[in-house]
């Protein structure tokens, strides 16, 4: 099962854009859902995720700067304010279910130019 992940592209340095992913509709008790990213030559790393109860946590580098929100079975990134370090693959991510089963979007591309 993977989730379907949209939004992503090229913006200038300064610009923004929005990322989206959906959940199936199937998907039991989605727990947390979040937003990961993976820079050239670098691990991948949490952006910001958000509870079930709407509890978001944020990576130092982008709080101030991204929002996190999310509506049912959907997540949506809020990137402003980009630079070209924000520039990434961006994995949607969600955990469901009793054994809170990890899911992952295909990745999208963010490309943010100077």
């Known amino acids: 099962v993977q989730l379907q992940a949209s939004g992503g592209g090229l913006v200038q340095a300064g610009g923004s854009l929005t990322l989206s992913c959906v959940a199936p509709g199937s998907f039991n008790s989605i727990n947390n859902m979040g937003w990961y990213r993976q820079r050239p030559g670098k691990q991948r790393e949490l952006v910001a995720s958000i509870t079930r109860g709407g509890k978001v946590t944020y990576a130092g580098s982008v709080k101030g700067r991204f929002t996190i929100s999310r509506d049912d079975v959907k997540v949506s990134l809020q990137m402003n304010s980009l630079t070209p370090e924000d520039t990434a693959v961006y994995y949607c991510?969600?955990?469901?279910?009793?054994?809170?089963?990890?899911?992952w979007g295909q990745g999208t591309l963010v490309t943010v130019s100077s």
């Open positions: 991510h969600v955990g469901a279910g009793y054994f809170d089963t990890s899911y």
